[in-house]
């Protein structure tokens, strides 16, 4: 069984990067620039959006971290989004999810300009990745692909089942499957909270990409033996017995179902840390795209 490592791929991929920036930046120009904004205080997005701002440092690009109270008006945040479309020294711009019930993500998501749209989920994105053009794909499927091309996992002709059917993540893993693409070329079957028979689908899966948010919802008799099982969830499960009072669990029963798989993701140190390598990978070709 291959563990799909992403601290190993996403370093990987965070090497490649910083060589790149410092052959920039060794040219006199200035180095790619991520604004992010966080709302609130929610543990996890303070936790992500710590670690993106921290692997910017990593490997050389500016970024800038702007906060505001959960209780910001909407006007406020879509003025801020607003100046930083207007901010020629800013290439990316993320807006950490979920926001508050206030504020409507759909406004704020079509308010950021396509061109800087990191994250990839603007509608014109989006729809650009379904027709097959040059795009910013949503960083956590663009960081599974980005994984399955570093561990060469095959997939061409191969039936992956996609368990959720997010626009950040199920709905997008979906399409880049399907693609004529590198790691692509699956036959996909998408399930949902309406999807009767889950089990027997999940069967007959090659490849599974579970991103339903459930914690340990799959199970050894849900999978093939020999099956790719790509771990996205990422949920804090209290317990007494970790330091921070909580554990990190996956949307898959790791311990019983990683026996039966040809590779298989873990939670923590999986898809989490090729989202990061995906976002990052956006940044500098939106630097690229608005710098020739
Ligand atoms: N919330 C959960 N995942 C993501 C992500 O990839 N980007 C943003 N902006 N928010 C998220």
Redesign the pocket.
């Known amino acids: 069984m291959i563990i799909l490592d992403g601290k190993i791929a996403s370093q990987s991929i965070k090497e490649q990067l910083k060589t790149e920036v410092s052959a920039i930046v060794n040219t006199g120009k200035r180095p790619p620039h991520l604004a992010a904004i966080l709302v609130g205080n929610n543990g996890a ?1 303070e936790t ?1 959006v710590a670690s993106k701002v921290k692997n910017c440092k990593e490997i050389g690009f500016a970024s800038t971290l702007i906060r505001f109270e959960d209780t910001v008006e909407e006007a406020k945040l879509l003025e801020t989004i607003h100046q930083l479309n207007n901010n020629k020294t800013v290439d990316g711009i ?5 926001l508050p019930k206030h504020i409507s993500e759909q406004k704020v998501i079509e308010a950021i300009n396509p061109k800087k749209d990191v ?1 990839g989920f603007h509608p014109v994105n989006v729809g650009k990745l379904v027709q097959g053009l040059q795009t910013f794909i ?3 499927p663009y960081g599974i692909m980005l994984m399955l091309e570093h561990f060469n996992i095959e997939t061409k002709g191969k039936h992956a089942v996609v368990i959720g059917r997010s626009n ?1 993540v199920g709905r997008p893993m979906s399409i880049l499957l399907s693609s004529n693409i590198k790691k692509g070329n699956c036959t996909v079957t998408i399930c949902h909270s309406h999807t009767p028979n889950l089990s027997e689908i999940c069967l007959q899966a090659d490849i599974i990409v579970a991103a339903l948010g459930k914690p340990e919802f799959v199970k050894a008799n849900m999978v093939k033996q020999g099956a790719i099982v790509i771990d996205v969830g990422i949920t804090r499960v209290a317990d007494a017995t970790a330091k921070k009072g909580f554990k990190l669990k996956g949307d898959v029963a790791y311990a019983e179902v990683s026996p039966k798989t040809f590779a298989i993701t873990p939670v923590p140190g999986g898809v989490g840390l090729m ?1 990061t390598a995906g ?1 990052l990978k956006n940044t500098l070709q939106a630097y690229l795209n608005n710098n020739d």
């Open positions: 997005s992500y993320l807006v950490q999810l979920p994250d949503s960083a956590t950040i989202t976002l």
